[in-house]
C-alpha cells in the first residue's frame, strides 16, 4: 500500500460514508479529523444518537469535530498543517473559505456519472429514472454543487431490479476501494482532475416525506421504479383497500390494468393492483405500525379488511 503523510481531515454523516472513513483507517492513512453533524435525537423517545462515523472515529482514538457553523474548526483544519480534505455524504455546504484551506483540496466519492445526477438523492434518481447504467465520481469538491472536477469515474450497470439500499452498500464500498486506490496520486500529483462539461449537467433533489405517496395512476413501471428507491426513506405508502400500507417489493405483470387504478383484483395467494397501464402484483409490504410482511402472510390475516 503506498504510504500518505499528509494528515487527512473526513467530512461525513450518513450510512454511506462508513466505507471509506474504514477504509482510510484500515489502508493506515493518516486520518486526524472527523468532522460530521452534531448527534441528533431520534426515534420515539427522542434519544441522542451519534453519528455511525462518530463511533468508527472514537474507537481509532482520531478527534471528532461536530460544529454548528464549519468557520468555527477553521483554525483546528489549519493546526494540522496542510491537510487534505475528504468528503462523503457529509450533508452540509462546504463554504470555499473552508475548501480553501486543504492542498490539493476536498475529495469527494459522488455516486454517479458527473456531471450526470448532481444533488443530493443521485442514487434514487437513477433508479427513478430506470437508467441503465450509474456509477462512481471522485471528484474535487467545489463551492458550486457537485461541478468540481473529476479525477476519476466508474460506471455500473444496472438490471432494473435494484433497490437504493442495495446500491448504497455496493457503492460504498466500491467507492471506498476505488478513492484508497487514486488518493496518494491526487496528493503526488500525478493524477489531475478533469473539467465537467457544465452543459451536460442533471440535477436531483432532497427527498421529501410526501414523494412516497404512490398514486395509482402512475404506470406500474414508475411505482415500481419509486418503490425501488424509496426503500429506506420515506418509504412509499399507499391506500390498499381499506388499509393503509408501506409496500416493499412488487413486482410488474404484463397483464394491462381494466380497472380503475387502484382498485385490487385478489387471488388465494396474490394481491394485484391496477394502475394507470398494468397489473402490479404486490409481494411485500407493512400495514402501518406493523412489521413487514410477505403478501400471502397479508392476505392471511387482512383478506376482510381489503373488499368494500
Known sequence: MTSISKPIVFFGTEDFSLATLQAL????????????????????GHHVIAPPVKVIAQQHNIAVWQPQRLADIADDITALGDPIGVLVSYGKIIPQGIIDLFSPG??????????????????????????QKTGISIMQLSAAMDAGPVYTQVSIPLTGSETAAELYQSFGAMGAKLLVEVLPRIINGSLTGTPQQDDQATYCSLITKADGHIDWQDPAATIDRQIRAYIQWPQSRARIGQLDAIIT??????????????????????????????????????PLGKKEMPVQAFLAGYRAQLTD
Open 25 to 44: 483507517i484500515d489502508a493506515d492513512y493518516p486520518v486526524r479529523a472527523v468532522v460530521t453533524k452534531p448527534d441528533q435525537p431520534k426515534g420515539r
Open 106 to 131: 476536498i475529495i469527494n466519492v459522488h455516486p454517479s456519472l458527473l456531471p450526470l445526477y448532481r444533488g443530493p438523492s443521485p442514487i434514487e434518481a437513477a433508479i427513478l429514472g430506470g437508467d
Open 249 to 286: 417489493q412488487a413486482e410488474i405483470t404484463d397483464t394491462p390494468s381494466s380497472e380503475t387504478p387502484g382498485s385490487l383484483t385478489l387471488t388465494n395467494t396474490d394481491l394485484f393492483v391496477h394502475t394507470g397501464d398494468y397489473l402490479l402484483r404486490i409481494t411485500s409490504l407493512k
